[in-house]
């Protein structure tokens, strides 16, 4: 979504509170990726719509804050931005208290082991512990995947109250990662369900051909869902069957180790 597409969305044209400049920079700063990590000026106006001379000046303001650096030509960020993510995720409870229990999942099953949260039609990766294995997906810390097709997402999303569920089912594009992604609004529909009736979501290879998943929620004392946790694995590695009886249930007993020390 373009700078313009994102002003035009939160009506800023009648909110005096909204603040069209730091959006703009916000859109700047995540024109970056690990697929675009270096970019020079036309394409960081391409990417967010703003003209030359906007993109130039929220870059070199970046740059002068130590939040960016160029060579002249190619703008880059620096570490010093990993301080905006940081001081979200240092507010979490949860940021601590999974982090021991996630390494005791790692060290039980020998797979890696995620936290997520939602994030409109995403999932945002808040707590990683992997392993030495190395899936084609690159996750870490602040990654984003399409929640309509993971298993934490459909955990996540088995938690919303009805009306936001509906939103999202409004808006949501569904799109194949590979053959054996979702294809429908009901496919989808009856998937999530599933996951709410359950209490758990085990994802076989939608996001990425070989890749497994299974996921549960965590929850807050009155039982509403805060994050999804999961276990990540290859099919070559772990059957169905397997997730099922072995790794579901170290999930479910992190996940309510996490919820009671939430709930201290």
């Not at 003209?51 to 703008?75: C, H, I, N, P, W």
């Not at 979200?88 to 601590?96: A, F, R």
């Not at 955990?155 to 590979?178: N, S």
Request: aromatic share 6%.
């Amino acid at each position: 979504m373009t700078t313009g597409e994102v002003l035009e969305r939160a009506g800023a044209g009648e909110d005096k509170d909204y603040v069209q400049s730091l959006v703009r920079g916000l859109e700047v700063i995540r024109a970056f990726s690990q697929y675009k990590p270096r970019m020079t000026l036309s394409e960081v106006a391409q990417h967010t719509g703003l003209t030359r001379a906007a993109a130039r000046r929220f870059l070199l303001t970046l740059v002068r804050e130590g939040y960016a650096e160029t060579d002249g030509k190619l703008f880059a960020l620096r570490p010093k931005v990993l301080e905006l993510g940081f001081a979200y995720l240092s507010s979490l409870p949860m940021w601590e208290v999974a982090q021991p229990v996630m390494r005791d999942v790692v060290n039980t099953l020998q797979e890696s082991c995620s936290l997520s949260v939602l994030d409109g039609d995403d999932i945002v990766y808040v707590a990683r512990v992997p392993t030495a294995r190395v899936m084609t997906i690159g996750l870490s810390i602040g990654s984003r995947l399409p929640a309509f097709c993971s298993s934490m997402g459909r955990v996540l999303l088995a938690g919303l109250p009805p009306a936001e569920l509906a939103v999202f089912y409004d808006r949501v594009r569904i799109e194949k990662r590979t053959p054996r992604t979702v294809a429908t609004m009901v496919a989808l529909k009856e998937a999530v369900e599933n996951a709410r009736r359950q209490g758990w979501a085990l994802v076989d290879q939608e996001l990425e051909l070989g890749l497994r998943s299974i996921a549960v929620p965590v929850r807050n004392r009155r039982g509403e869902v805060l994050a999804a946790l999961n276990v990540s694995t290859h099919e070559g590695r772990s059957s169905i069957e397997a997730m099922r009886t072995q790794f579901l249930p170290v999930l479910l007993d992190a996940a309510q180790r996490i919820s009671a020390a939430l709930s201290q």
